[in-house]
């Protein structure tokens, strides 16, 4: 069995529903590989700002027509009214997952929430708390006090009072949420990484196992994966913690 078959059996579709890849690229015939090499495993495929602004929603359709999750990584960030001029835009097309950020303010998020109840095709709306990239010296010089889970856990009571269906936070805010949002508020993760992986610029992070049994329910898989020499290889080490990290957190982890 190679590993590729190995993948696709049922033992891996909670992974497989959890997971996002990033198409972090900046060619599109590249991103276009990427899902033709991944997307036999895969279903679900993040699309951030580099690539959105090279190729737009053209590609966006293009993995919509062929029945993948797509999350659209906009982190929108403006004034209500043009947040929710760019979310009707977006639920035009039948994503699954948008985001916007959630130092927005009450208003915006408030917008954002009404617009996308509005619209023919309502994705889940998600709130970006502080990004990954950033630590403690980042967030003081903008002015935020505390330290970044201070942040994280603000941020995230904002997003639950303006009905957004879940937050983007690190894997180290994780059981600081725990009691604070229901089990059914969504906990996007990117960022994980394996012991063995290099951190790139990411600065809050934990292992794929960890961050689902603290309770992550999406993670977003990247350059680790991506870029592995054996991706396929890169992904099942990856999906196998997951599931074991989720075993963990229901107590039924194997002895």
Request: net charge negative; aromatic share 4%.
């Amino acid at each position: 069995m190679t590993v590729k078959d190995a993948l696709l059996q049922s033992k891996y579709d909670s992974a497989r529903k959890a997971t996002y890849l990033a198409l972090d690229v900046d060619e599109p015939a590249r991103a276009l590989e990427l899902v033709e090499s991944f997307a036999p495993v895969i279903d679900g495929f993040k699309v951030g700002l580099e690539l959105f602004h090279r190729a737009g929603m053209a590609l966006v359709d293009q993995l919509l027509a062929r029945d993948l999750r797509v999350f659209l990584d906009m982190k929108l960030h403006d004034i209500p009214n043009t947040v929710s001029g760019a979310l009707r835009a977006i639920c035009d097309s039948p994503i699954e997952m948008v985001n916007v950020h959630a130092q927005g303010g009450r208003k915006m998020l408030e917008r954002a929430r009404e617009t996308v109840s509005a619209s023919t095709y309502q994705p889940l709306l998600i709130g970006v708390t502080v990004l990954t990239s950033l630590a403690s010296p980042d967030i003081r010089e903008l002015g935020i006090e505390g330290e970044p889970q201070d942040a994280v856990l603000r941020l995230a009571k904002l997003c639950l009072e303006a009905d957004l269906d879940g937050v983007v936070c690190s894997a180290e805010e994780l059981a600081m949420l725990e009691g604070v949002v229901p089990s059914t508020f969504e906990r996007v993760v990117p960022g994980t990484r394996l012991a063995t992986d290099d951190a790139h610029d990411q600065q809050r992070t934990k292992a794929p196992g960890q961050a689902m049994s603290a309770g992550a329910t999406r993670l977003v898989l990247g350059r680790a994966v991506r870029d592995a020499a054996d991706p396929m290889v890169a992904l099942q080490r990856y999906w196998d913690e997951m599931i074991e990290g989720v075993n963990r957190r229901h107590g039924t982890a194997s002895r």
